[in-house]
């Protein structure tokens, strides 16, 4: 079996028909995904990406480009890529799985079959949060902490947020200064999710996402704000399942 310490399995699936490479937020890891194994569709494997930074990499120094991470992940997943997938991102890991698929079409990798970004504006949009990566320690805890992506008794916890603020600081280094490059739409379907109260939306989101790719886009919109992966998971987990159903149904 493959194995890296870039990719966390939780229940593989050895004859599965579908693989789903899973992409953290800022600040994540693999565990926001730990537990949808036996919740995704049966005939499809969950692959989380554990960056460095977190979790049992801890002492590695996060990465601080996006092209660096993409070009390990590459190699990374490689042995993985054996079969069809799809890739799923939340937030930053929405662009990074999307300059993840047009790093596999530049080298000539297996593309994936489906896209799902969630919680993202579209690549070329800039956040119009500013930048937050180099305020002081207290301010950008504070920026975080209005966020609501990091627990609360990790903040309030400062032996915790001392190991986790240089991760945190370099994660958003690349939120607040990522824009992508003009290229090529990308010619796979795709589903596009979004929390109605995300404070962070434009009015002409839909359109914005859609110059990113040849085919039209699925959108689907929870009644939450930016973290609605976790804040309506059951809601959140239903409306994956269904894309999942109709790409292990009818795409492969």
């Known amino acids: 079996m493959c194995s890296s310490k870039w990719v966390v399995i939780r229940q593989p699936k050895p004859t599965a028909k ?3 490479i899973c992409f953290p937020y800022a600040g ?7 537990s949808w194994a036996d919740k995704v569709h049966p005939a499809v494997e969950v692959l989380a990406i554990q960056a460095p930074g977190r ?5 590695e120094p996060a990465l601080r480009s996006i092209d660096q ?6 190699s990374e997943l490689l042995p993985f890529l054996d079969r069809s997938y799809a890739v799923l991102g939340h937030s930053l890991g929405a662009r990074i799985a999307y300059e993840f698929v047009h790093k596999t079409r530049l080298k000539g990798l297996l593309q ?4 799902i970004g969630s919680g993202s504006k579209a690549p070329n949009v800039p956040s119009r949060e500013g930048i ?3 305020l002081p320690d207290n301010e950008f805890i504070e920026a975080i902490k209005d966020l609501g992506g ?3 008794a990790v903040i309030e916890n ?10 945190l600081k370099a994660d958003f280094f690349l939120v607040d200064t990522y824009r992508a490059i003009q290229r090529l739409p990308l010619d796979i379907p795709a589903s596009i999710f979004n929390g109605l109260k995300d404070y962070d939306l434009d009015e002409d989101f839909n359109a914005q996402w859609q110059t990113h790719f040849s085919e039209v886009l699925e959108f689907k919109t929870f009644d939450s704000g930016h973290f609605f992966i976790n804040d309506m998971r059951e809601e959140y987990l239903l409306a994956l399942n269904n894309c999942l159903t109709n790409i292990v149904e009818n795409k492969l």
């Open 150 to 152: 990091t627990p609360k």
């Open 132 to 134: 937050r990566y180099d």
């Open 158 to 167: 400062k032996e915790l947020m001392d190991l986790v603020l240089p991760t």
């Open 28 to 34: 994540g890891d693999a565990s926001v995904f730990s």
């Open 18 to 20: 579908l693989k789903l």
């Open 69 to 74: 991470i993409t070009e390990s992940l590459c």
């Open 55 to 59: 979790s049992n990499r801890l002492s």
């Open 112 to 115: 994936p079959v489906y896209y």
